[in-house]
């Protein structure tokens, strides 16, 4: 009795569970869009490239797989290049959107494909130190999740489109020393969130926009070769500041009497400019700054008997 008990326990759980292994049994491993599949096959086709990595991904089948869906890996990591990293919670954790991709240094050489433009949920582009030809495509602003594009020495040239106004989450930009000219857009002062943005050794004209003035959470400001970079007035409220780089930029302004508030700067780089005034001692005084660069300048005074311990290079 006790036994036929105990069997008819384990038949009514059995039932009773029946439709939740069903459930789990038909639910599927998440799939990339198809369009950003064709997308990516087309663009590494065009560039020649592959990814073979063990236990990674393959592009020509499910590119959504294996590292490129593990959390742990960083888009950042040297092991893999090319790379891209997906986020497969939409659609009920039913489909993967491409939102990272990474081609460095791999001597990939044209335009950029129009299929790139596909992937709109990209949030990190990096496709610097490469050999492509061609302005930057004004259907990249249509990718306005973009939150981080590295494109520093990759042979792209020309103005920053226009639509690039749309890329209101933009965090940071590298694109140095890739052949960019026109004025640097005023637009980019209202990217709220920008926090770094790396522009030497390009073909600007200034002055650097008045509306910089709003970009109060930045850590790192690099610009140089303008031919008229204007005046430092657009600081006065970045006291976020950990790197400031504004040399040879033909800036005519008097150095700002709170340059020496700016708690987090440790790399300050304002020579060959026409800056005049006085030198802060405050400046000095700042227990982050390691590196001062103030010559070819019209400043006057002298420099302190004392500085901080931290400044190591002046």
Not at 240 to 265: A, C, F, H, K, W
Not at 272 to 293: A, E, K, W
Request: charged share 15%; proline share 5%; net charge negative.
């Amino acid at each position: 009795m006790e036994r036929s008990l105990t069997l008819s326990l384990w038949a009514l759980i059995c039932i009773l569970n029946f439709p939740f292994a069903v459930e789990a049994q038909n639910q599927k491993r998440p799939t990339t869009d198809p369009a950003e599949v064709r997308a990516l096959n087309s663009i590494f086709q065009q560039w020649g490239l592959s990814s073979n990595y063990q236990n990674s991904w393959n592009v020509s089948g499910e590119p959504c797989t294996g590292v490129a869906i593990d959390n742990s890996t960083d888009i950042k990591s040297e092991i893999y290049n090319p790379f891209i990293i997906c986020n497969c919670s939409f659609d009920n954790n039913s489909t993967c959107h491409i939102t990272k991709l990474k081609v460095l240094q791999l001597n990939v050489s044209g335009v950029l494909p129009d299929e790139l433009w596909t992937l709109t949920y990209l949030t990190d582009l990096a496709i610097g130190t490469n050999n492509f030809s061609g302005p930057l495509p004004d259907e990249l602003g249509n990718c306005s999740k973009l939150e981080m594009i590295y494109i520093d020495s990759s042979g792209i040239s020309g103005q920053i489109p226009s639509t690039f106004a749309n890329l209101r989450s933009m965090l940071i930009m590298y694109a140095s020393n890739t052949g960019l000219t026109g004025k640097i857009p005023d637009f980019i002062g209202n990217w709220s969130n920008f926090t770094t943005l790396r522009l030497q050794g390009n073909s600007f004209e200034g002055p650097i926009p008045s509306t910089f003035a709003n970009l109060t959470s930045m850590l790192e400001l690099r610009i140089n070769g303008l031919t008229n970079g204007g005046s430092l007035a657009f600081i006065k409220d970045m006291k976020s500041l950990e790197v400031l780089d504004l040399r040879y930029n033909n800036i005519s302004d008097v150095m700002p009497s709170t340059i020496g508030e700016y708690q987090n700067l440790t790399w300050l780089d304002l020579s060959f400019n026409n800056i005049t005034g006085q030198i802060p001692d405050s400046l000095f005084n700042l227990r982050s700054l390691i590196y001062l660069s103030l010559g070819n300048n019209k400043l006057n005074g002298s420099l302190p008997s004392e500085k901080s311990a931290s400044l190591q290079n002046m």
